[in-house]
């Protein structure tokens, strides 16, 4: 350990001025506030003392940026940055947005509370936590709570380890706001990740020559829909998931693209295993459920998919196999 950081302290200074080396930097508890972009460096290990009473409270404003879509920091204001580092991580912490604002509006009201700038408030897109060419670097044992916009944004990164984390709330849920996102990134791993009450989680490239490729979801849940856009989206496996959409989410749990937005379906070895897809509708009509055959393996379309059509199709037999993933 080569420091321990008190609420008041200067956080970045110690961060700045740590060994070449690097180490664990520990937060006591208590609220360790950011008015700027708090940037990691390489070998620099953030941890609380535990995830519940150490935070990192992020306080900065700004406005959606004109390339909304852009996912890149260089477009948005971002709260914890990883920018072309490697072997850095946080751990035992949560990562707040301005506690002192009123919590967002619960989407289970409907379909309204997908908007940006609730309740005229237009200066909340920020993104809490963002990964871009990072590399070795991992998020694990944290909260994302009630974040500006996005809480996670990984971008044109590789080896990447993100384990027992809870995503919950964010402030902007209109088109381009309050994504999970992963973008032309490999060997990205999401082990036990709970979202719930944000917009949508994203796997996308543009690019078939940038592909999103060797990522791993297991042993989570998402109480949102999953969307895997570009052709260059290929060979990931999530496998021991359930995307549970709430009946009074009105999209399907599962997109291989998405038609009316333009965004082309993903390519091949898009694979689901042991599990469960569900989507509830209003009451009287009849939920769904799909990929929850345990003796099969499961492809996501490379096709848009008609309303109410699963968006999955048998790949292969399971052949008792008890996992697909390889590797730790």
């Given amino acids: 350990m080569i420091a321990t950081v008190r609420t008041g302290d200067d956080l970045q200074s110690v961060i700045d001025h740590a060994p070449d080396a690097g180490g664990i930097i520990l937060l006591q508890e208590g609220d360790h506030v950011l008015t700027q972009t708090l940037r990691l460096r390489s070998g620099?290990?953030?941890?609380?003392?535990?995830?519940v009473s150490s935070r990192l409270v992020i306080l900065q404003r700004a406005p959606k940026p004109a390339r909304a879509y852009a996912e890149v920091p260089d477009d948005w204001t971002v709260g914890v940055l990883f920018q072309k580092i490697a072997h850095a991580g946080l751990e035992h912490l949560t990562v707040i947005y301005d506690p002192s604002l009123p919590v967002p509006v619960a989407p289970a009201l409907g379909p309204a509370t997908y908007v940006d700038d609730a309740g005229g408030r237009d200066n909340l897109h920020?993104?809490?936590?963002?990964?871009?060419?990072a590399q070795d670097c991992w998020l694990t044992?944290?909260?994302?709570?009630n974040a500006g916009s996005h809480p996670l944004m990984i971008s044109d990164s590789r080896h990447l380890t993100v384990r027992n984390l809870g995503i919950?709330?964010?402030?902007?849920?209109?088109p381009g706001s309050g994504q999970v996102g992963l973008f032309r990134s490999e060997h990205v791993l999401f082990d036990q990740v709970t979202l719930r009450d944000?917009?949508?989680?994203?796997?996308h490239t543009d690019l078939i020559a940038q592909p999103c490729r060797y990522n791993v979801i297991t042993d989570s849940r998402f109480e949102v829909d999953l969307r895997l856009h570009g052709a260059g989206t290929r060979d990931n496996l999530i496998e021991r998931t359930a995307i549970a959409v709430p009946p009074w989410l009105e999209r399907t749990p599962l997109s291989?693209?998405?038609?009316k937005a333009h965004e082309p379906p993903p390519g091949a070895g898009n694979l689901l295993f042991l599990c469960t897809v569900t989507r509830d509708f209003a009451s009287g009509q009849r939920a769904f459920s799909m990929a929850d055959n345990p003796n099969l393996i499961y492809q996501v379309l490379q096709r848009h998919a008609r309303e109410r059509e699963?968006?999955?199709e048998i790949f292969a037999p399971a052949q008792a196999?008890?996992?697909l993933r390889l590797g730790p």
């Fill in 198 to 203: 944000i917009n949508n989680c994203v796997i």
């Fill in 126 to 133: 920020v993104i809490s936590v963002a990964f871009a060419g």
């Fill in 321 to 323: 196999l008890g996992s």
């Fill in 141 to 145: 044992q944290c909260f994302i709570t």
């Fill in 310 to 312: 699963p968006s999955v």
């Fill in 168 to 174: 919950n709330g964010t402030h902007n849920r209109g």
């Fill in 256 to 259: 291989p693209g998405n038609a």
């Fill in 44 to 51: 620099i290990v953030l941890r609380g003392k535990d995830r």
